[in-house]
């Protein structure tokens, strides 16, 4: 304040006589040199130098977001265009490594995470003596940094809410009461980019706190509510056979005295210590009930005690429910490739629904699944295929309220299919033979047999290893459908393989006078629509005086046909029929006496 003059100096040339400060725009290579500033103080001089050089370190930064929310971070990059430069990060005007990252020589980012207020950041590039500083980024922050809180109360008494928002351009606050502004009296605090309004009520309901800024913008805080005393059970989950723990919270000023439990209206315990957090200004009690029984179920209530006040509080019933596996999933035995039924009950009631049920084994998946409800039990029911041998399978039930069981592994016997030997076709009245194989494990399986589903024939087994295998032999003379039944006792299993043989070849053959002197002789052939030919002998000559008639159902009708008849004609007709792998003939005497 007392100094005389200051003097700015170049090289011993006088530059400027007054001011702290030399701005120099433009900077060029005449720029550069020692510069000196003198103050005088009547008779006594301070003098400072410093050398101005120019740098061809350059520096680029730039940043992801300039303006961010509150809690919210961003990402800025700084790149040099000399390899041998390091970068530092200055935050605030000081240097930093905090989330700092090294991408390469050039490159350089650092995370500013959790932002409050805002933040000014350079960044310096220093190589040997010389350092050169990057332009300085300013990270703007906007939104609130104290929300109002909730305040339960016991009686009807003040509260006070707080509310601050942090911009650069925050124009006012104002706090509405179930969405409308309130026309109250309020404290408000302004300093640098920040303001604070502070609200004192009584009443009740839901509050919230509008921040309006310059550019014509608002945002509002989280919500607030002023509510009494609240009192509410909880419980995460309930398994039969194990302990649970019955949560009582309770919210308001006054820590209550003695929490009592009551069950259908007696008294199963009282707690005298209720855990009590000064800071939310709750107090919670709970009950653990030890290997949890249906003589446990009923209506569950806690009671708010307040001895000073003469008054208590009750909560609203609760009943909890006994979840998980009624009948767990058990040992089932599947055939190898087929589907194979998995089912177990399960309890699912309100307020706990299940979310998802998931089984799955060793390699194997559920194709499909299905629900069905009854009361407060469900059965679930799943197809899982697999080929694999001797697996184990588990059963995961998710519920609404995040609680998960999982039974234990249940065991999945694979057999393997049976598997039948039998002709498509067999000639017409010949036997036909039809053999089934079955391997087996543990379990030996009665095979039975049925023809066109008539009552069961029994036939022998013979046994070999670990293989049985039964035989069925008949006359085809129709179409005949075989069913093999395969029968597991111990499992209450049945498997049936059905096989359809079609009889094949010369079903009859005759002779039918259609005119005077004129016979027809008629081949029917069952064909079950193969390639077939039909020829007529006599005598071993064969004969072409023949017409072929295809008739629907696999059979054809060949028909020879005489004429004029002497004695030539009278004797035994052979008709052939030819299929690709086989014939078969069959024939028929023209007589006089068949004539008479």
């Known amino acids: 304040n007392y100094r005389d003059r200051t003097l700015w100096s170049k090289e011993g040339n006088l530059l400027k006589e007054t001011g702290n400060s030399l701005i120099i725009s433009n900077v060029a290579s005449d720029n550069v040199g020692t510069y000196q500033c003198r103050i005088d103080y009547g008779d006594v001089s301070i003098t400072s130098a410093s050398r101005l050089s120019i740098s061809d370190i350059i520096l680029d930064l730039k940043a992801d977001n300039y303006f961010v929310s509150v809690g919210d971070s961003t990402l800025l990059t700084c790149i040099s265009n000399d390899p041998d430069t390091v970068i530092e990060w200055i935050v605030d005007g000081i240097k930093t490594s905090n989330g700092v990252i090294t991408v390469s020589p050039t490159e350089s980012k650092i995370s500013l995470a959790n932002l409050r207020t805002y933040v000014r950041v350079q960044c310096a590039g220093q190589r040997n003596e010389e350092v050169a500083l990057s332009d300085q980024v300013v990270i703007r922050v906007r939104g609130f940094i104290v929300h109002p809180s909730s305040k339960p109360q016991q009686y009807s008494e003040f509260v006070t809410l707080r509310c601050q928002v942090q911009s650069h351009n925050i124009v006012s606050l104002t706090w509405m009461l179930n969405d409308q502004k309130m026309e109250a009296e309020t404290k408000e605090y302004a300093f640098m980019s920040t303001m604070l309004s502070i609200l004192t009520t009584s009443q009740l309901g839901r509050y919230s706190c509008m921040a309006k800024f310059s550019d014509g913008t608002s945002i509002s805080s989280q919500p607030a509510f002023i509510t009494r005393i609240n009192l509410e059970i909880r419980s995460d989950f309930a398994m039969q056979g194990k302990s649970t723990t019955l949560t009582c919270s309770v919210s308001g000023y006054t820590n209550p005295d003695i929490i009592t439990w009551t069950r259908e209206s007696d008294v199963v315990f009282s707690d005298s210590s209720c855990s009590y957090d000064a800071v939310s200004r709750q107090c919670t009690s709970e009950y653990v009930i030890n290997a949890v029984s249906i003589e446990h179920l009923g209506s569950y209530n806690c ?70 409800t009854k009361g407060e039990v469900s059965t679930w029911s799943g197809v899982v295929t697999t080929e694999e041998k001797n697996l184990s399978y588990t059963c995961t039930i998710r519920y609404s309220n995040g609680y998960v069981v999982t039974s234990s592994p249940a065991r999945i016997t694979i057999l393997d299919n049976p598997v039948v030997d039998a002709p498509q076709q067999t000639l017409f009245g010949k036997m036909a033979r039809v053999s089934i194989a079955v391997n087996y494990l543990d379990i030996v399986p009665v095979i039975g047999w049925k023809i066109n589903s008539d009552s069961t024939i029994e036939t022998s087994s013979t046994i070999q290893g670990s293989q049985i295998v039964s035989e069925l032999q008949w006359p085809v003379l129709d179409v005949t459908a075989v069913i093999a039944t395969v029968f597991y006792s111990e499992l209450d299993l049945t498997l049936t393989e059905t096989t359809v043989i079609k009889p094949i070849g010369v079903e009859d053959v005759s002779v039918v006078r259609v005119a005077a002197d004129v016979y027809n002789l008629t081949c029917t052939v069952l064909t079950q629509n193969l390639d077939v030919s039909v020829s007529w002998y006599k005598a071993d000559l064969l004969l072409d005086k023949t017409i072929e008639v295809e008739l629907n159902g696999g059979k054809m009708l060949s028909v020879l046909s005489l004429y004029s008849l002497s004695d030539e004609d009278y004797g035994e007709y052979v008709c052939r029929a030819t299929f690709t792998h086989s014939s078969e003939t069959s024939s028929v005497v023209f007589s006089l006496k068949r004539q008479c």
């Not at 979840?323 to 087929?338: N, Q, S, Y």
């Open 303 to 372: 009671i708010a005690n307040y001895l000073r006040y003469m008054t208590a509080y009750k909560s609203p019933s609760y009943h909890f429910k006994l979840l998980g596996f009624k009948d767990p999933p058990k040992d089932i035995v599947a055939i190898a490739t087929r589907p194979t039924k998995i089912s177990f009950n399960y309890e699912n009631s309100d307020p706990v629904k299940t979310e998802t049920i998931e089984c799955s084994s060793d390699n194997g998946t559920v194709q499909y699944h299905s629900t069905e």
